[in-house]
């Protein structure tokens, strides 16, 4: 069983940045690839993930080049760097965790198995 708790998320103009952090406690979280999600009105929807050893990112067409995933396993959390926002980022964000093996970090939502609370982003224009 893996406790996820994001944090970081909150208030801020257009072309802003906020840092999000996803904490996690439990299993081995150095084994497991990690995502980030997001939800709006519409469905939950892929942002970027992060293979288990760090060395391969992946990225939403929407948010590439604006926001950056990374992961410290010493302190067992993932982060997600986001710039130059937009009104359109606003959304509740979710990190995951999928435990089971894969070669490459799943963009689908129904591969990760533990999900936090979510936090949320409002972008102003």
């Known amino acids: 069983q893996v406790q996820l708790v994001e944090s970081g998320g909150g208030l801020v103009q257009a072309g802003g940045s906020l840092r999000l952090s996803c904490a996690a406690s439990?299993?081995?979280?150095?084994?497991?690839?990690m995502g980030w999600f997001r939800q709006a009105p519409k469905e939950r929807e892929f942002v970027a993930a992060i293979?288990?050893?760090?060395?391969?990112?992946y990225y939403a067409d929407s948010v590439k080049c604006r926001v950056t995933i990374s992961r410290d396993s010493a302190k067992s959390t993932v982060y997600l760097q986001m710039n130059s926002l937009k009104p359109e980022d606003t959304a509740v964000y979710y990190c995951?965790?999928?435990?089971?093996?894969?070669?490459?970090?799943?963009?689908?939502?129904?591969?990760?198995?533990?999900w936090g609370q979510g936090t949320q982003v409002t972008v102003s224009s």
């Open positions: 439990g299993r081995t979280f150095s084994s497991y690839h």
């Open positions: 995951a965790a999928d435990p089971r093996y894969k070669v490459v970090a799943s963009r689908g939502p129904e591969d990760y198995d533990y």
């Open positions: 293979n288990w050893s760090g060395s391969r990112t």
